[in-house]
């Protein structure tokens, strides 16, 4: 029974809750159950919210048994990645600096996911401030991945992505600045979706990089990442750069693909995304995918996007200048940690004592470079010049989408890497985020779908597809048919391939 | 482009209130003198002619009406401070010895 309902998909759960086949406390507690059971192995949630998530559920059961409307997913549980506010749940980034922060105060996704009665699990872990591609840079310690627990989830949303993958919660949600959501899903064997900037709400989202900061929709099929974006998407006036336009019907796009015919959608192939750094059984990987769109009915075309070899050099310019302006507001002041406040030193000492000992490694070295980027002497060639590439970027998105649907690539070079392997080496770390990191400086939609697992290591492979800002059903119906199609050649979906999982003992 | 010095490290550490040891000098000059050489690539292509993007989504004033609305109350912004007195946050002192 318990194993029954962790291993079933958020679609089929809701159903069943709706129906009163099965209560939605029983769905709570079986996941839960599973939490405390493989949770210590896998270090993927920082905060477990038992009370609040049964509280949760019982509320949706009394109202289904009250003949209430609920919502498509009412009684599903989520994982919620410790970037967002939950009033009264502690939210810590994975950083020291917010160690026991309590927020007064519900992020707008918190606050959607709850009006759709969405039972929130608890709060995922994830590299410290969302600055990181392996969950390492966590203060609370790295999330293994369930594949292989000496192996990086991904991240920063390493713990979002596990979570499905182990089995703990059936949906979760990430957030994706440069492929902190289509990494981890990548890795992990499961599906993972960064929205069009701007169609989920960024308020109570802790800032990292705001004008690349997106949440977006994690699961272990297309249809219930669907199923939640529209739960969580929408124009929110508390944020300023929230689209104000009706969500893209992702539902509807997932359900019509899943027909398995994608007659007459063009599909361009990224020709920059192959090569040197890639490992050949990703690539393997990749072109069979390519193979199945094509018998799907798609038209298969090779784009050249040349200035996407410029991306990451910009990205990792404008993310850490923004963040160093961003985490500018973690003064020892208002919240977080204080250090060295022993009446004697100034504001300023303790500020800077503070700042050293909150922040990790990485944190402390995007905001320098961050600051160096900034600085004037420095600006035109580093921050005015990533700027300008950004444009190029855009430009060669608009060209691309004026002659296809979608653009596909591999989503990140490689399979999951062992614990520990990239950690001393900022810049190999930063190179599993070549792929994803266009569609966040354009921000335009991309998701990661399991294409299988890559031959040479049996490990979990994504595919990615993009799409123009505000289509982002366009993707969803690829990656519907696509999940349809790769089911049927394999057998079973890539999921049910995760080894099982032994008690606590790690 | 030029590489970064160690003491170049240290000024961007106190621009950033970040009070580094030095053990962190050590291994942040050379890092970041890596990431720093391998980003400057951006101005290979940034030629002067192209208009830089700061945002990916066109960006203009958002208002709101001006009319009183429900806010945190004095003790739910205080919750989550270090350090408070008399309902005020309680922070060192901001002058120095020689202001």
């Known amino acids: 029974m318990t194993s029954d309902l962790i291993r079933s998909t958020a679609a ?45 559920a019982r509320k949706v059961d009394e109202d289904i048994a009250a003949g209430a409307h609920v919502g498509p997913l009412a009684g599903v549980p989520v994982a919620l990645k410790d970037v967002l506010t939950t009033e009264g749940v502690p939210t810590t980034v994975g950083s020291k600096i ?14 959607r996911l709850k009006e ?40 920063s949303g390493g713990g979002s992505a596990a979570a499905l993958a182990a089995f703990e919660a059936p949906l979760s949600i990430g957030t994706d600045t440069g492929g902190s959501i289509r990494q981890p899903g990548a890795v992990t064997g499961t599906v993972g979706v960064k929205p069009t900037y701007g169609g989920v709400s960024r308020y109570g989202l802790v800032a990292f990089s705001s004008s690349l900061d997106q949440a977006g929709p994690c699961a272990r099929t297309v249809l219930d990442a669907a199923l939640l974006h529209e739960v969580i998407a929408g124009y929110d006036p508390m944020d300023s750069t929230s689209i104000n336009a009706p969500v893209p019907p992702v539902v509807a796009a997932a359900r019509e693909g899943a027909n398995g015919d994608l007659t007459g959608v063009r599909v361009g192939v990224v020709t920059q995304f192959s090569g040197d750094g890639y490992q050949p059984g990703v690539l393997r990987s990749f072109e069979a995918a390519v193979a199945q769109l094509k018998q799907l009915g798609a038209e298969i075309v090779e784009v050249s996007c040349p200035s996407f070899d410029y991306a990451l050099p910009a990205y990792y310019l404008i993310a850490p200048s923004e963040a ?45 470079i961050g600051t160096y980027a900034l600085s004037s002497g420095y600006y035109d060639a580093y921050y005015g010049s990533a700027q300008k590439v ?40 930063y190179k599993a985020d070549l792929c994803t990191i ?61 080894p099982q999982l032994a008690g606590a003992a790690r | 482009m030029p590489s970064i010095s160690r003491d170049e490290v240290a000024h961007l550490a106190r621009l950033a209130r970040l009070a580094v040891t030095d053990d962190e000098l050590d291994l942040f000059a050379g890092q970041l003198d890596v990431i720093l050489q391998s980003v400057a ?56 010895e020689e202001a």
């Open chain 1, 98 to 111: 917010l160690e026991g922060w309590v927020p007064p105060y519900d992020a707008t996704v918190t606050r």
């Open chain 1, 390 to 429: 950004r444009t190029l970027i855009s430009r060669d998105f608009e060209a691309a989408f004026a002659t296809v649907d979608v653009l596909v690539s591999p989503t990140t070079p490689t399979t999951a890497f062992p614990i520990g392997e990239r950690a001393g080496d900022p810049m190999a770390m």
């Open chain 2, 41 to 96: 690539t951006v101005g290979d292509i940034a030629t002067a002619d192209i208009p830089p993007t700061s945002h990916a989504v066109p960006l203009t004033n958002v208002f709101r009406e001006d009319v009183v609305r429900p806010s945190l109350g004095q003790q739910q912004a205080l919750a989550g401070a270090p350090a408070a007195e008399d309902g005020r946050f309680r922070v060192p002192r901001i002058l120095g």
């Open chain 1, 438 to 498: 266009p569609a966040n400086l354009a921000g335009n939609a991309a998701m990661s779908v399991p294409s299988g697992l890559s031959d040479e290591d049996g490990l979990p492979v994504g595919l990615q597809i993009m799409a123009p800002a505000l289509q982002d059903h366009r993707m969803y119906r690829v990656a519907a048919a696509y999940e349809v199609a790769r089911d049927a050649a394999l057998g079973a979906p890539v999921i049910q391939g995760v």
């Open chain 1, 324 to 368: 160093s302006s961003n985490l500018a507001r973690f003064d020892a002041m208002r919240y977080g940690i204080r250090v060295g406040d022993d009446s004697t030193r100034s504001a300023e000492e303790v500020m800077s004592l503070t700042r050293e000992a909150g922040f990790g490694p990485e944190v402390k070295r995007r905001i320098m």
């Open chain 1, 116 to 155: 759709a009665g969405v039972v929130i699990l608890g709060k995922t872990n994830m590299d410290e401030f969302a600055m990181g591609s392996s969950t390492e840079n966590s203060a609370y310690g790295p999330t293994h991945n369930p594949w292989d627990l000496d192996r990086i989830p991904g991240g």
């Open chain 1, 12 to 56: 089929e759960l809701a159903a069943r809750i709706a129906s009163r086949e099965v209560s939605a406390v029983e769905v709570a507690q079986a996941h839960l159950d599973r939490i405390g059971e493989v949770d210590g192995a896998v270090n993927a949630f920082l905060h477990v919210d038992t009370e609040g998530a049964l509280k949760a």
